[in-house]
């Protein structure tokens, strides 16, 4: 992170006061709650003189790790409290709404206010989800024999994710936050074409209680990236956003190898803009693992 | 039996053989008392209605007294019917306008500005809730105010998610919801009516406690604050003719009440026949068994907080010990011990266990009860303590030898008394634990876990814990069965009471 400043020299005197040069953001790469630069030295222009990091193999790795290391704490954090993180995402996105919307409209985005406002209220619910969860889908067993028998989800751990290109804000908090809600990690592939609003999305996850590692942000060639999260036996889930078919299977072969849990997704933007569908208990059972116990009744 | 030895040490138990600390004098507690400053007090509080504080129609206003000094702080409105009429009737109009309309993420959204509000506000309304009813800061601080956040909080989060928790059936709001609250967890109480209530679409009218209005008040001022449409939060203040006049309210949808099974059968026949949606939450004596093989000293934590938390003025408080007989004299002589360890006085001071009881009648209650058990012939064991010469105190009582007929075994004494009494077997300890006629709660101890499940079977109560006692939780389902209530607060079971679902049309 540390930057020697340029020594350009002092201003020259020709230049008009009043111009003033603007400062450039570079966008790097998010990683176990740092911002980094691409290991590989690779970039790719976004047009007015802003790149963003092609991540490498070795990013990815990294990235893996960092969510590895978040995991343990993360799945154990209480529901209660993941809720109480997700809300203060909303929180801070809210608060950098301007930010945000210049990033989207950057982007290419037909209505960045409206995509905001979803994007926010999407944030909210998933915030809800996190302790309910396993309010639907566990079960006392009723075993035929003299036995306690419960089910209950868990989380899986690290779920490589493969975000939607459009809506690129909606898009990404509608597939992350129920990642994190249930309370897997996860390492993000931004969507193209806008990969922009993801970075500057991991800034307000950076600013808000998500904890180091909850959420890594990569942006980069999918093509390059994705086959190595589905051959990594650090990852345990995969959910994969607007995947060729072709693309799909070969996927889903390298994912045998320790037999991830897969998706493959493709959604119309209205889909995404449809809170009901969007929003159900179903985004969050996808990438959960079903632990039964049992117990003997009785002395 | 209050061994003072003089600056303290170890000594060594005559009983066990034990090597123990004695506390003696010369570790002394200081004061330690909670600022009041930013309690958020004034001298006049009138009624919350329609989003703004209103000066009663008809009635004055009355004193209220503080538990721990017997002496009146505020002046609190005393509503009639008439200010009834007017918070139904903006309760109506919240719900069937500017409440009603709002989408239901929009709903929740409000709930969890309020939720958030409350955990800013924690401190303030901690100090505001113990001087109204002297319920210890520590656990006004660190059980009440979180447990009210995350109430609000976690139904915040149903609002857009109600049509999942009912296996496919489409719930509707039922209109307008009376809440009559209990003066043991005025505030608490209070969010565990309110958040599902609006987390559900309804509008409230609430009625606190006689003793005990003023957080209430300040939290329908708190989500005024934060941006409710006026008349979705609506409280009341006075005495039961309000209560009544709430609960039989021809606008009102939905009745929830905590609190006496005296008063709950009262409000249950009035409204019989009317409609309305009940939701009751009663008490009952709740009993603790303790079995030869639990882990004794981690039991006695359980069972004096079981007892004596809140001064025992919890509805599903553990008063009723039930004791394997072969532990029962050394339990015992650990749970004196560890009363007398107990500290009780100024409720605002951090060090208190215990502060007063809620009220002089409840005082008078709790003593004719102790005077009762004396006269059927229990062992009365009262830890010798300089109780404050002002306030409602009542020292940490324990009774032997009690038996199933005696009064204090079958009444809901709500003050810090606990009655103990013995069993030999699981099938006895079961059948003594059922025998009355409430059933909200019961604690189970052993290290068996098969008999723990296998017994949490047969008790008959809403609620068991096992190794444990006083476990709350939004997400966790609280209510009673037999005398002990109708329907269930907290999880998704708790959102039934307030929903409306296609087939009860």
């Known amino acids: 992170m540390t930057e020697r400043p340029r020594e350009d020299g002092p201003p020259r005197r020709s230049e008009p006061e009043a111009a003033r040069v603007g400062i450039r953001k570079t966008w790097k790469l998010f990683v176990g709650g740092a911002f980094v630069r691409g290991e590989s030295g690779r970039y790719r222009p976004l047009g007015g003189g802003e790149t963003c990091p092609l991540a490498s193999r070795k990013d990815l790795r990294d990235a893996v790790r960092a969510a590895a290391e978040a995991s343990a ?47 926010i209220d999407r944030v909210v619910s998933f915030a809800g989800w996190a302790d309910k969860l396993s309010l639907l889908a566990s079960t006392v067993n009723p075993v035929a024999g003299p036995y306690l028998s419960v089910s209950q989800p868990e989380p899986i751990g690290v779920v490589g994710l493969v975000a939607p290109g459009r809506p690129a804000l909606l898009g990404l908090v509608g597939t992350l936050c129920p990642l994190i809600a249930a309370g897997n990690v996860a390492v993000v592939v931004a969507g193209e074409p806008d990969p922009r609003t993801a970075l500057a999305f991991a800034e307000c996850v950076a600013t808000s209680d998500v904890p180091p590692g909850v959420v890594q942000v990569l942006t980069g060639d999918r093509a390059e990236l994705v086959p190595v999260l589905a051959r990594h036996l650090g990852v ?40 009901r569908r969007a929003s159900s208990p179903a985004m969050l059972e996808r990438f959960v693992e079903t632990k039964t116990l049992w117990h003997p009744l009785g002395a | 039996m209050l061994k003072l030895i003089e600056g303290g040490g170890a000594s060594q138990d005559r009983r066990s053989g034990e090597r123990r600390l004695e506390f003696g004098d010369r570790w002394p507690y200081e004061p330690s008392p909670e600022a009041i400053d930013r309690a958020g007090l004034r001298d006049r509080w009138d009624a919350f209605i329609d989003g703004r504080f209103v000066p009663p129609a008809e009635g004055g206003y009355a004193a209220d007294l503080c538990p721990a000094t017997a002496e009146p702080f505020a002046a609190v409105a005393e509503s009639t019917a008439a200010d009834v009429d007017s918070a139904v009737a903006a309760a109506r109009r919240a719900f069937e306008g500017a409440w009603g309309r709002l989408a239901p993420l929009e709903r929740g959204k409000h709930l969890f500005r309020l939720a958030r509000a409350v955990q800013e506000r924690a401190r303030e309304l901690a100090v505001l809730e113990t001087l109204d009813s002297g319920k210890p800061i520590q656990a006004s601080r660190d059980f009440d105010l979180p447990l009210v956040a995350s109430h609000l909080f976690h139904h915040a989060g149903w609002a857009d998610k109600l049509e999942w928790a009912f296996h496919g059936r489409t719930p509707r709001p039922l209109g307008v919801a009376a809440q009559v609250m209990p003066w043991n967890f005025p505030l608490l109480m209070a969010a565990w009516k309110i958040a599902p209530a609006l987390a559900c679409g309804n509008t409230v009218v609430l009625k ?51 609190g006496s099974t005296e008063v709950g059968k009262v409000i249950r026949r009035a409204v019989a026949g009317s409609g309305k949606r009940l939701l009751l939450e009663l008490g009952g004596p709740s009993a603790h068994l303790v079995f030869a093989d639990a882990p004794l000293d981690q039991a006695v934590e359980g069972v004096i907080a079981g007892a004596f938390f809140h001064q025992g003025q919890v509805c599903c408080a553990g ?94 004494i709500f003050g810090p008394v606990l009655a103990v009494l013995t069993f030999r077997t699981d099938t006895e300890a079961v059948r003594k634990a059922n025998a009355t006629s409430s059933g909200l709660a019961a604690g189970v101890w052993t290290s068996h876990p098969g008999r723990l499940l296998e017994l949490a079977r047969g008790l008959e109560a809403g609620v068991v814990w096992a190794n444990s006692y006083h476990r709350f939780d939004p997400t966790s389902p609280f209510g009673g069965c037999k005398e002990s209530g109708l329907g269930r607060e907290g999880g998704r079971q708790g959102l039934a009471a307030y929903v409306r679902l296609e087939e009860d049309a």
């Open chain 1, 73 to 119: 704490r993360w799945s154990r954090t209480s529901a209660l409290l993941r809720g109480q993180i997700l809300y203060r995402l909303a929180e801070v996105l809210e608060a950098r709404r301007a930010e945000l919307s210049a990033q989207l409209a950057a982007g290419g985005a037909p209505a960045p206010p409206r995509e905001l406002d979803l994007a």
């Open chain 1, 236 to 275: 345990r889930g995969l959910d994969v956003w607007d995947a060729s078919e072709a693309d799909a299977r070969e996927l889903e072969q390298l994912a045998a190898d320790g037999m991830k849990r897969v998706a493959f997704r493709s959604w119309a933007v209205s889909a995404f803009e449809d809170a």
């Open chain 2, 208 to 258: 606190p406690a006689e003793t005990t209005p003023l957080s209430a008040l300040r939290l329908a001022e708190i989500a005024s604050e934060v941006g409710f449409p006026p008349g979705v939060v609506n409280v009341v203040p006075g005495g039961p003719s309000v209560g009544a006049a709430l609960v039989t309210h021809r606008g009102v949808d939905q009745v929830a009440f905590t």
């Open chain 2, 319 to 412: 008063a009723r010990l039930l004791v394997e007989e072969s532990v029962h004299d050394v339990f015992v002589a650990k749970l004196r011990d560890r009363m007398e360890t107990l500290r009780v006085g100024d409720p605002l001071d951090k060090n208190t266990d215990l502060g007063p009881v809620g009220s002089a009648a409840q005082l008078a209650r709790v003593r004719e009860l102790v005077a009762s058990a004396e006269a059927e012939g229990a062992a009365r064991y009262s830890v010798a303590r300089e109780l404050p010469a002002r306030g409602w105190y009542v020292a940490p009582t324990l009774f032997t030898g009690v038996a199933l007929a005696h009064r204090i075994a079958r009444e809901e």
